[in-house]
């Protein structure tokens, strides 16, 4: 009988999410996927899966598994949440085994904000347009866990890796972004501000943008509206209220307001493990 996971807890909020699904612009639909996706490539090879395949998107832990049908092989990676497999503690970042009946508990983590459940096979839901992300902003793929949800477990593929323990990340108190400036970095009155502030990611934050409090950027006066331009995830949009916005995984696909700085790719991922009320600093970075 092939393995499955019932959610017990789910946690504050707790998503299926691959790689996502790129290519969709064009009708409307983003990419998404997971927020950190160094998070779950590394959750997904630790376990020998394809790096893209779906695996659980924690939000600050308290998602509870039972174990069904048959043994499962799984890792935790992200934010250090504390693993106990039936009261018994396993740790992130650590490749362990759960069989049938068992219960899989994934407690807060001490820093980061989204965790990584990784199981040998993948998460086996249905794949909407390509892919089995949800997409808050869109309401497109598998809905929001609830208690009661059960989720197959796919096949496995491919060898199994010799190493079962992975390097604990530090924890990143210190946020700093490198960032290029913006297309359209003229049209507020001084783009610098935004190296020069100490943010705050603020309690509006979500999957779709982390809104930085701290500083505003005002529009330069008398300058014509925007058309809608394609938006990009990392790109720092600033609405006219001023405060920035640093679009994450569910942006929307395009925006009109200006976009005055995009932030390196791989310091997206650590943005997504940003807290609200978390401090963070942004640094030009030469394109060259």
Request: with cysteine; glycine share 14%; hydrophobic share 40%.
């Amino acid at each position: 009988m092939s393995a499955a996971l019932l959610v017990r807890a789910p946690g504050p909020l707790t998503l299926v999410e691959d790689l996502g699904r790129p290519g969709q612009s064009a009708i409307g639909v983003g990419r998404s996927g997971a927020a950190d996706r160094a998070s779950l490539r590394l959750a997904n090879r630790a376990v020998g899966n394809p790096e893209g395949a779906a695996a659980l998107e924690v939000t600050l832990g308290g998602l509870e598994v039972e174990v069904l049908g048959g043994h499962v092989w799984f890792c935790v990676t992200g934010a250090p949440a504390p693993v106990r497999v039936d009261g018994r503690d396993t740790g992130p970042y650590t490749v362990s085994a759960a069989g049938p009946g068992c219960v899989v508990r994934l407690g807060v983590p001490p820093h980061g904000l989204r965790s990584y459940l990784a199981v040998r096979g993948g998460v086996d839901v249905p794949p909407v347009l390509g892919s089995r992300s949800r997409d808050v902003l869109a309401g497109v793929g598998p809905a929001p866990l609830r208690k009661g949800t059960e989720l197959p477990v796919g096949a496995a593929v491919g060898s199994f890796p010799d190493a079962d323990v992975l390097p604990l990340p530090p924890a990143d108190d210190d946020v700093v972004l490198a960032a290029f400036r913006g297309p359209r970095a003229s049209r507020v009155r001084d783009a610098d501000v935004l190296v020069r502030t100490a943010w705050t990611a603020s309690e509006r934050s979500d999957r779709v943008g982390m809104r930085l409090a701290g500083g505003s950027l005002p529009h330069r006066p008398g300058a014509p509206e925007l058309p809608s331009e394609g938006a990009y995830r990392g790109a720092v949009q600033v609405p006219p209220s001023g405060e920035p916005v640093l679009f994450l995984a569910d942006h929307p696909v395009t925006g009109g307001y200006p976009v005055v700085a995009v932030v390196l790719d791989a310091d997206v991922d650590r943005a997504a493990q940003v807290r609200p009320g978390q401090g963070l600093r942004l640094r030009w970075r030469d394109p060259s």
